[in-house]
């Protein structure tokens, strides 16, 4: 906690930097899961949106599908364990929640959705040690909000929540392997958001 607040007095000088974490709100879900969210945590993300379409080498993927090749719907890059961030900005709101959770979130993920034709499917963040134990997959968005979908696998109420422009969204417990969640398509203009996904070691 000592950690949290000295870096908002660093960073509040040049008005980027993260918010204090003390104000999240936990949202329990049934089966062990829960969303923490915390609207407008980054500061500065509009520049940092900028700063990251035009510098992270983005890369447009394909994948197997049955008889054929798809394009993924997404542009994507990944920073492994070890590999520096692409902006100061990320380092700092890593480091925030590694404080806050008091766990390593040594990778992340980041997506483009460059406008309402891009998307992720339902899915549970489950490749690795999420298939059996509680993780936490921390994502901050910037640029244009899109609403990220959560349901009970298997079926259930969906909630939503919007997230951009510096919105910080937090999936624990249980949340990855006992509900999906999703960024739909849509029809309607938006414009471009960025996902940036930090998570702890072995988890994918
Ligand atoms: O764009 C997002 O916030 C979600 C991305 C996601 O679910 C994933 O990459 O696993
Ligand atoms: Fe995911």
Redesign the pocket.
Same mark, same amino acid.
């Given at each position: 906690m000592g950690m949290t607040i000295a870096f908002q007095g660093s960073l509040l000088d040049d008005g980027d930097g993260v918010g204090p974490l003390t104000k999240i709100e936990r949202k329990s879900l049934d089966r062990g899961a829960w969303v923490d969210s915390l609207p407008g945590w980054l500061h500065g993300a509009d520049d940092l949106f900028t700063r990251l379409a035009e510098r992270v080498p983005w890369q447009a993927e394909r994948r197997r599908m049955y008889d054929s090749v798809v394009e993924v719907p !997404?542009l994507l890059s990944f920073y492994g364990e070890g590999a520096p961030l692409p902006d100061p900005l990320l380092a700092t709101a890593r480091t925030a929640l590694e404080a806050h959770y008091q766990e390593r979130l040594p990778t992340a993920?980041l997506?483009f959705?460059r406008d309402g034709r891009d998307s992720?499917a339902w899915?549970g963040?489950n490749t690795g040690r999420g298939a059996r134990e509680d993780t936490l997959?921390a994502?901050v968005?910037v640029g244009a909000p !899109?609403p990220?979908l959560l349901r009970p696998r298997g079926g259930g109420e969906t909630l939503r929540f919007p997230?951009g422009h510096g919105d910080l969204?937090v999936m624990g417990g249980s949340c990855q392997r006992t509900w999906e969640?999703?960024?739909p398509k849509t029809t309607r203009p938006v414009g471009p958001?960025i996902?940036i996904?930090f998570r702890p070691r072995g988890v994918r």
């Open positions: !997404r993920g997506c959705y992720v899915h963040d997959v994502i968005s !899109r990220l997230v969204l969640h999703a960024i958001r996902s996904q």
